[in-house]
T-cell receptor
Framework: AQSVTQPDIHITVSEGASLELRCNYS??????LFWYVQSPGQGLQLLLK??????LVQGIKGFEAEFKRSQSSFNLRKPSVHWSDAAEYFC???????????FGQGTRLTINP | DTEVTQTPKHLVMGMTNKKSLKCEQH?????MYWYKQKAKKPPELMFV???????INESVPSRFSPECPNSSLLNLHLHALQPEDSALYLC???????????????FGNGTRLTVT
């Protein structure tokens, strides 16, 4: 069965500091991987995605993620966070076709001024 | 601005009411999804439509009835809901993922449903 684990429920970082959000997945076939961000009361916005090719992918808002097949990980990083990055971040895995996308439990990011 | 439009933004309904949630996209996506999200939880899949046919029903109670009238529209008909059904209901759409294409889900901003 497919699953996603985000080990950190809540992370607090200072504005300008670097950020890494962890994501580990379990999937029997070639995974399609995604990171989404959700602000309170809003829908989910795609930050970046990975299926194949270069294992370091760039996304919007200065985010990047690295796919490591040997570790079944797809961690999200940002070199310098801004106060507007405070939100809930979800990692998700899916398969080919119109199959379900399974989400991790989310990591809530708080930014200290 | 989101390319998936959901209406209404907020809905309050009694347990005997019948209401519908609507979702529309014009990106040419042939897969459409309903997710339910409770506070401080991830979205949970309810239904998937692929080429306007229901392809996945995650054992959702029959008081939720989806409908896909055409490739751009997705409805969720609600009847005799319970207070525990109160949640944010998210619609999403995507291309059908294949060997060459990783198509993410595009989400609407959701309908905040309160059942009284």
């Amino acid at each position: 069965a497919q699953s996603v684990t985000q080990p950190d429920i809540h992370i607090t970082v200072s504005e300008g500091a670097s950020l890494e959000l962890r994501c580990n997945y379990s999937y029997g076939a070639t995974p399609y991987l995604f990171w989404y961000v959700q602000s309170p009361g809003q829908g989910l916005q795609l930050l970046l995605k990975y299926f194949s090719g270069d294992t370091l992918v760039q996304g919007i808002k200065g985010f990047e993620a690295e796919f490591k097949r040997s570790q079944s990980s797809f961690n999200l990083r940002k070199p310098s966070v801004h106060w507007s990055d405070a939100a809930e971040y979800f990692c998700a895995v899916g398969g080919r076709g119109a199959q379900k996308l399974v989400f991790g439990q989310g990591t809530r990011l708080t930014i200290n001024p | 601005d989101t390319e998936v439009t959901q209406t209404p933004k907020h809905l309050v309904m009694g347990m005997t009411n019948k209401k519908s949630l609507k979702c529309e996209q014009h990106m040419g996506h042939r897969a459409m999804y309903w997710y339910k999200q409770k506070a401080k939880k991830p979205p949970e899949l309810m239904f998937v439509y692929s080429y306007e046919k229901l392809s996945i029903n995650e054992s959702v109670p029959s008081r939720f009835s989806p409908e896909c009238p055409n490739s751009s529209l997705l409805n969720l008909h609600l009847h005799a809901l319970q207070p525990e059904d109160s949640a944010l209901y998210l619609c999403a759409s995507s291309h059908i993922r294949d060997r060459a294409k990783n198509s993410p889900l595009h989400f609407g901003n959701g309908t905040r449903l309160t059942v009284t």
